[in-house]
């Protein structure tokens, strides 16, 4: 089955820039989405193909994608930034989800 | 505003059968795919089934298939997931959501998730 990989946590300082990555060998060819999810809360599209940021969502909040990486990247990160966050990508009849990133603002 | 509202969720004995609901509003329903994604609790998400409009194509995951069965009624807005041969490992808070593409044939993203239901199997 198609795997995306994400690392378990990543920390970073307030007012500084979190980037999150995402690996699968398709990525290259195939979009991938970004979710937020605070704790208790459903979770909210930030990025979908790639780099496209839905309406309501901060501009701080950006995606790229290179290689089989896809990456979302949070500049000037605030404390309500952090959360849980999961990549996502559609590919050969299933959806597929990333193990999630923990993000921790400290 | 696009609301998405599921329920059916509760404790059943392993080998039991559940069927969730999920009511649609503010959004024209039957135009959209609409799937149902799961998770366990302090785990991620795991998708579990999509259906594109008028129930032509149905997708599930792996870990589901032959058990589970995705449907809709396009002319009541509702969306459901019948579960049978439950298995512990099918505890998880089951959401509903939309995708963020019209008129497709596949699932790609979703852009708006119901508040989830909690399904425990347990003896």
């Known amino acids: 089955s198609y795997d995306l990989t994400q690392p378990p946590s990543v920390s970073v300082s307030p007012g500084q820039t979190a980037t999150i990555t995402c690996s699968g060998d398709?990525?290259?060819?195939?979009?991938a989405y970004w979710y937020q999810q605070k704790p208790g809360q459903s979770p909210v599209v930030v990025i979908y193909q790639d780099t496209k940021r839905p309406s309501g969502i901060p501009e701080r909040f950006s995606g790229s994608s290179s290689g089989n990486t896809a990456t979302l990247t949070i500049v000037g990160t605030q404390a309500l930034d952090e959360a849980d966050y999961f990549c996502q990508a559609w590919d050969s009849g299933a959806v597929i989800f990333g193990g999630g990133t923990k993000l921790t603002v400290l | 505003e696009v609301q998405l509202l599921e329920s059916g969720g509760g404790l059943v004995q392993p080998g039991g059968s559940l069927r969730l609901s999920c009511a649609a509003s503010g959004f024209s329903f039957s135009t959209y795919v609409m799937t149902w994604v799961r998770q366990a609790p302090g785990k991620g998400l795991e998708w579990v089934s999509s259906i594109t409009n008028g129930g032509l194509r149905t997708y599930y995951a792996d870990t589901v298939k032959g058990r589970f069965t995705v449907s809709r009624d396009d002319s009541k807005n509702t969306l459901q997931l019948q579960m049978s041969s439950l298995r512990a490992e099918d505890t998880a808070i089951y959401y509903c959501?939309?995708?963020?593409?019209?008129?497709?044939?596949?699932?790609?993203?979703?852009?708006?998730w119901g508040q989830g239901t909690l399904v425990s199997v347990s003896s």
């Open positions: 398709k990525l290259g060819e195939i979009y």
């Open positions: 959501a939309k995708d963020g593409i019209e008129d497709v044939v596949t699932p790609f993203f979703f852009d708006s």
